[in-house]
């Protein structure tokens, strides 16, 4: 019998290289599978979902984004991008989802293809480009699995890395301008892309100098803040401020839970890549290569939006998807620069293990981020089973449903909890809140309340209705197969019907 060949660094560093491409491809693999499975779940993926399709609806037939609530809708706190690049959508397609995430995993190829492009031009290799892309398609679950849901990380995301990189290449005043375009639309998408229009152009003006960026911040300072708070209100509704600008700028709170929130997700998912990032930034601090940087400059706002989600305690893990990536493309060239600096193969087997060690940190169990394949039947049982009860019907975990019987009140329980969490919120917006609930407690008729969990143990705003319903019945596993995706919160399905029994 022969002995055993001991895999010596010499080999490894051999074999290594074509182990980690099989690796990246197996996770875009992955991806691509999870992505045609999501497509056509019934229900929403994540909680917000359906109320994205309702906010759709609304530009479809001409209604302002940001009206005072009601019990037909309450505004979510993002800015309108994302709704205004989706409409032709469900203009032409209808409110339905799979359009909508159809929508979004395009989105996501071309941030891959921007990282591809990005990672390639700096290492001068295709290998490192690819293995780059795989790093991100292994990421889904750390980046809390919000990719390809209906609704605008993805489409922020992909308008960061696009504008970055049109930016860091543009030749002239007229392409700084279109790149930040782009960062501008992201901001609209989400107010966190502010911070990457504000670093886009901190570094053109010290890269260029003020004679060739005035341009751009003109464009960024009107389609930017004089837009939105001048006429940010004629143009989406009189509460557009209020929604987009009042709410969540009262959610942070500073606190060593929340550093340590940001500090755990990074040692979880990507302390390597955090490393080699940040080691490669301190290492330009002060050197002339900095200044031609950018990518490594928007690190800097992509963390500066990572602590900024981990202040608002209610946020879920999606906050830290720019943070993520920019760890991603910014610590791939930077291992690849620090493995040409080497001088022997040991040192280039150590290079893999890191790469390969990246990897093995996002390594993770892909059924619980796949759905049912009794998803479709089940959709159409809850569907029957909801047409069949008399009366309204409330399931603020849903709020809307794309097609069908349409609840009432249409009233998303995060929308609610948006209204009245926080550490500088006022009895007023409590009462504003609480006042969206007054057709749930005092209904017309005969009315109904479906619950992922039971009244008592739900979100606060949300506990007072069990003096006014009682539990009909506990449908146990029956819509099991209608779970979400797990994110920070636990998953759930509807489970919980209880009836109006009357009250003060």
């Known amino acids: ?102 929508f979004s995993m395009v989105v996501v190829v071309g941030c891959m293809v921007v990282l591809y492009l990005r990672v390639r031009a700096s290492t001068g290799s295709r290998w490192w480009g690819f293995v780059t892309v795989g790093l991100f398609a292994a990421a889904y ?21 696009f504008a970055t990189w049109l930016l860091a290449r543009a030749r002239s005043w007229r392409g700084d301008v279109v790149a930040m375009l782009l960062l501008v639309l992201a901001f609209w998408v989400k107010q966190h892309g502010a911070l990457f229009a504000a670093g886009g152009l901190f570094w053109l003006t010290w890269r260029h100098g003020l004679r060739r960026a005035w341009p751009s911040w003109l464009v960024v300072m009107a389609l930017g803040p004089a837009l939105y708070f001048l006429g940010g209100r004629a143009l989406f509704g009189d509460q557009f401020l209020y929604f987009t600008w009042q709410l969540p700028s009262g959610w942070s709170e500073f606190s060593v839970d929340a550093m340590l929130r940001l500090t755990l997700y990074t040692a979880r998912s990507f302390p390597l890549l955090f490393l080699a990032s ?15 940087d950018l990518w490594t400059v928007q690190l800097l706002a992509a963390g500066l939006s990572a602590v900024m989600g981990a202040l608002d305690r209610g946020s879920s893990d999606n906050v830290f998807i720019p943070f993520g ?58 569907a029957s089973f909801i047409d069949h009860l008399p009366g309204t019907v409330c399931a603020p975990s849903l709020g809307y449903l794309p097609g069908g019987r349409q609840l009432y009140p249409a009233i998303n329980w995060v929308a609610l909890d948006d209204m009245i969490r926080g550490p500088r919120r006022t009895a007023a917006d409590s009462a504003r809140a609480l006042a969206l609930l007054e057709p749930i407690l005092h209904p017309a008729g005969e009315a109904w309340l479906l619950t992922d969990a039971p009244v008592e143990e739900s979100q606060p705003v949300l506990r007072g209705l069990a003096a006014t319903y009682v539990l009909d019945q506990d449908l146990g596993d029956r819509f099991k197969a209608l779970i979400r995706l797990p994110h920070r919160s636990v998953a759930r399905w509807p489970r919980y019907l209880y009836r109006y029994r009357g009250g003060p």
């Open 1 to 102: 019998m022969r002995p055993m060949t001991r895999l010596s660094p010499t080999r490894l560093a051999a074999i290594g290289p074509a182990l980690i491409v099989a690796w990246a491809g197996s996770q875009l693999l992955l991806l691509a599978c999870l992505f045609a499975n999501h497509l056509q779940f019934p229900l929403d993926l994540e909680i917000l979902e359906g109320g994205m399709v309702q906010h759709i609806m609304r530009l479809v037939t001409h209604q302002p984004l940001y009206p005072a609530g009601s019990a037909e809708f309450v505004p979510f706190v993002y800015n309108p991008g994302y709704y205004l690049v989706a409409w032709p959508i469900v203009r032409l397609f209808g409110p339905a989802l799979p359009p909508l995430r159809l």
């Open 141 to 161: 679950p750390a980046l809390d699995a919000h990719l390809d849901s209906a609704r605008g990380d993805g489409l922020m995301l992909f308008l960061c890395l």
């Open 278 to 292: 940040f080691g490669w930034l301190v290492s330009r601090i002060g050197q002339a290569e900095l200044k031609d």
């Open 325 to 382: 990536t920019w760890l991603i493309v910014v610590a791939m060239p930077a291992i690849h620069a620090a493995s040409r600096s080497e001088e022997n193969r040991r040192q280039g087997a150590l290079t893999q293990l890191v790469l390969a060690g990246s990897f093995l940190l996002l390594l993770y169990d892909p059924r619980p981020v796949a759905v049912s394949r009794e998803a479709g039947a089940a959709g159409r049982d809850f």
